[in-house]
């Protein structure tokens, strides 16, 4: 996918499926996930390449979609004298439900949320935290088959955060409900997200579940060994030579391997130096080693 603002390319290589389940959007600031975000609910028109969002292009069948579909922006501007009730049954009517149940499902929704007993409250009596629990309480009062969650972290504090977390978990888990979760934050998207799409420069860098990203990205060997530094240095010319990419740190080896064919090559190599090994095992990648490899 491929879209433009006048003469600024905000997206330019924008491939990539979204499976069943918890999906992290990453990306840094500015490296288009809100802005594929917009795509996705139809504000954004795709200036060249295909986008299908529940088997619909989200531009021509808008309406069609949003009735599948709930979002929460970023922003925390929400209307200040509204009640956080009545806010959540407009934007639910907004999205085909009839008052009357509009009203109940937003009932049901703050109360799922944690806001059962605020959400008579003014909007604008609420703290941070709470606003973001009505926001995901609108995205969801429809019972929509896709929730869209941009930043839904943003401005808690870590107490804050891992209730959201949880409760995001939570709602996916129980109700069976796909999200989609934009976030800057490599630790929250590992917890609990099931795959991940990482963004940019506006193309797509990687994307797959986290656990073949994490193979993707390759594991390492890393083998600590009983020897002076002296020994170390040449054990590690020694393991160049065999072609195999190695970084020392003090007297451990970090080695790029995929297969068994590293361990024979340290194994290999301490036998012929003579040098006794303290520990080796394999190390598979995090998501951040994953993210800043793509990136840089």
């Given amino acids: 996918m491929v879209r433009r603002y006048g003469g600024h390319l905000a ?12 999906t992290g959007l990453l990306g840094a600031n500015g490296a288009g996930k809100t802005t594929l975000l917009g795509m996705f609910i139809g504000l954004h028109q795709v200036n060249s390449g295909t986008l299908t969002v529940l088997g619909h292009d989200p531009w021509s069948a808008g309406t069609h979609i949003r009735e599948r579909l709930g979002y929460a922006p970023e922003h925390h501007t929400l ?11 407009h934007v639910a009517e ?8 509009a009203a109940t499902r937003a009932s049901d929704a703050l109360w799922l949320v944690g806001l059962g007993e605020e959400r008579f409250r003014a909007l604008g009596t609420m703290s941070t935290g709470q606003r ?44 069976g409900i796909n999200i989609v979760l934009s976030s800057h934050l490599l630790d929250e998207v590992e917890r609990i997200c099931d795959a991940a799409v990482i963004i940019g420069d506006g193309v797509t860098l990687a994307s797959g ?15 600590e060994i009983d020897a002076g530094l002296n020994a170390v240095a040449h054990l590690a010319d020694a393991l160049r030579s065999r072609h195999l990419a190695v970084s020392v740190d003090n007297r451990r080896l970090t ?5 068994d064919t590293a361990f024979d ?9 003579a040098v006794g090994i303290v520990r080796l095992h394999r190390q598979q990648l995090s998501l951040e080693d994953v993210f800043l490899e793509r990136v840089g």
Wanted: a negative charge; charged letters at 25%; proline letters at 8%.
């Fill in 11 to 22: 997206l330019s290589d924008a491939t990539f499926d979204i499976n069943p389940g918890i």
């Fill in 79 to 89: 209307p200040p004298d509204l009640r956080a009730s009545d806010f959540v049954r």
């Fill in 94 to 101: 907004l999205h085909g439900l009839p008052p009357v149940e």
């Fill in 132 to 175: 973001q629990r009505v926001k995901l309480a609108q995205a969801i009062a429809h019972d929509p088959e896709l929730v869209l969650l941009d930043e839904p972290t943003d401005g808690l504090d870590p107490m804050q955060r891992d209730a959201m977390l949880d409760l995001i978990r939570k709602i996916s888990a129980d109700f």
């Fill in 209 to 223: 579940t986290l656990d073949e990203l994490r193979g993707g990205g390759g594991t390492n060997v890393v083998v």
């Fill in 255 to 259: 080695v790029a391997g995929t297969d």
């Fill in 265 to 273: 090559a340290i194994r290999d190599a301490c036998a012929d130096a």
